[in-house]
């Protein structure tokens, strides 16, 4: 292929990425973009996918000392990890199932999460198991919740982050959950998880502060003739494209890590979601929890969300075949969801109350026959006979985990000089404890629950007119957000801003009402 960009072999070590980076000084734009695409040379640690395991690989390797760069095909968090339930969850339903170890290793991570790491980017969200005729398995469920709440004492999440687990009356589950069926209501088992504000931003804080931490992170850069050493990068906006040489490969493209990696033997599995307005269901303060008919390790949720939003998961079904860019529900899931949901609600749901819809892929180890839900969540780190260091399987929880085995094993197969994994301790942009963060005082809340102590910079960065004013009626999203999405986040058109740096985009008439306002900040 012939590149555009000058010819760096004979300049194997390019100016440190952080000598041109310092706390506070983390945008990524498309200015930013096409300078470090200028001035690409050889690295340490070349990173493909920018999903949380990329970014937190990327994250992980240049809190080390080690130069890194991150390329991805579309944009940040463009595949699975946009379409997560948004848990952060301790692994209770691994218990069911006996996987003690992975349950364990969510529970400590989650910890991590909510008072080290992303704080502010995670809530405490009840979730309410309502006590209704027709419930099985009370025993084992109310045994599951105290199970629960010895993970969380392991991983020493204090109470005050993470009540403990009750039994609450029948007047406190319709507080909880108003539109819980009242018919032999007994009243409800209640736990405490974690809920992230969005999966996408966390993925995209992510990246801001390994940028800021020194790393490179380029979107719209495909990665191909990959080997343990090296790959081609495509830029995919010129076509232009560079052979760049790193003494470690990492692929973190999740289910499409087999296209990396030929070896790889994935089994992706499918989970669906709805989405509806909170006030369908009475604006719950809690997580609906319903037990799926015939299993004791399946629910099916209803999480309130921001935007005035439920989502109403999940699935787990077989997903065979090419892996599409964006998978879509079918039919037969949403009609499972609406059935399973329902049988908790006084009022039954329909097609009519479903404002929007999304899928997403696991990207499960083959594990044979079976259940996609019975397959393991463990990761696994594996070197390629090409030497690429393939990281998969996994979930959101647990993504600092998977980036610090998948670094590790860069370091001792390629003999690599770094310090230790550091990321237990690192917050994250808009965390109290992180350098830039500022006071919050006198903000709005939703921009405070998206942007933590971050967010009166979001403001200070505004040139936009009114920027505090919605971007449209009934969403919550400022003016300033949109234009912060472009200048600091990496957000390269309307789309990336509307699907991924907000989740405007998960409601067609939402981003409808949205689009030419968002145009034309984005457009300048």
């Not at 099985?136 to 999440?157: N, Q, V």
């Amino acid at each position: 292929m012939t590149s555009r960009y000058p010819d760096r072999s004979r300049n194997p070590r390019p100016p440190d990425a952080a000598q041109r980076r310092t706390i506070g000084d983390e945008a990524l734009n498309a200015e930013q973009r096409a300078a470090d695409l200028e001035a690409l040379g050889d690295v340490d640690v070349l990173v493909i996918g920018g999903g949380v395991t990329g970014v937190g690989t990327a994250l992980d390797a240049a809190t080390r000392g080690l130069r890194v760069v991150l390329v991805e095909a579309h944009d940040l968090a463009f595949g699975t990890s946009r379409w997560s339930s948004k848990l952060v969850h301790g692994g209770l339903r691994y218990l069911a199932s006996g996987r003690v170890g992975v349950a364990r290793e969510s529970a400590v991570e989650r910890h991590i999460l909510m008072t080290r790491t992303a704080p502010h980017l995670i809530r405490t969200l009840p979730q309410v198991v309502p006590l209704l005729p027709g419930v099985r398995h009370r025993a084992l469920i109310r045994a599951g919740f105290l199970a629960g709440d010895a993970l969380r004492i392991g991983a020493r999440t204090p109470a005050y982050v993470l009540p403990p687990a009750r039994r609450v009356d029948a007047a406190a589950t319709r507080a909880l959950i108003p539109a819980v069926r009242t018919d032999g209501l007994k009243g409800a088992y209640v736990a405490h998880d974690g809920q992230l504000v969005d999966d996408a931003r966390l993925v995209v804080t992510m990246a801001r502060t390994a940028a800021e931490r020194g790393a490179v992170v380029l979107t719209r850069v495909r990665a191909g003739d990959v080997s343990g050493t090296s790959a081609t990068l495509t830029d995919t906006l010129t076509g232009s494209s560079l052979t760049i040489k790193a003494k470690a490969v990492v692929n973190a493209t999740g289910v499409w890590a087999g296209e990396v990696d030929p070896s790889m033997r994935l089994r992706p599995s499918r989970g669906t979601h709805l989405v509806l307005d909170a006030a369908a269901l009475g604006q719950p303060g809690g997580a609906l929890t319903v037990p799926v008919h015939g299993s004791i390790n399946r629910f099916v949720f209803a999480l309130p969300q921001q935007l005035g939003r439920v989502y109403v998961g999940l699935t787990d079904e077989d997903a065979p075949g090419p892996v599409p860019d964006e998978p879509h529900p079918t039919e037969p899931e949403i009609d499972f969801l609406l059935a399973t949901i329902n049988t908790a609600l006084e009022r039954q749901l329909t097609r009519a109350d479903v404002r929007g819809a999304y899928a997403g892929l696991r990207p499960l180890i083959d594990g044979g026959a079976g259940h996609t839900a019975d397959l393991s969540r463990r990761h696994a780190v594996v070197e390629s006979p090409r030497g690429v260091i393939t990281v998969v399987g996994g979930k959101l929880t647990t993504y600092r985990r998977m980036a610090e085995d998948a670094v590790d094993a860069a370091v001792r197969l390629r003999g690599l000089i770094a310090g230790r994994c550091r990321t237990r301790d690192v917050p994250l942009i808009g965390a109290p404890t992180h350098p830039a963060s500022t006071s919050i005082r006198g903000l709005p809340a939703p921009l405070v629950a998206r942007y933590g102590a971050a967010a009166r910079t979001v403001v200070a960065a505004a040139t936009v007119a009114d920027p505090l004013e919605n971007i449209a009626e009934g969403l919550d999203v400022t003016r300033a957000e949109i234009e912060f999405a472009v200048t600091h986040e990496g957000a390269l058109d309307v789309d990336d801003v509307l699907h991924r740096r907000t989740r405007i985009g998960l409601v067609a008439d939402d981003a409808d009402r949205a689009r030419p306002a968002v145009e034309r900040i984005v457009h300048g």
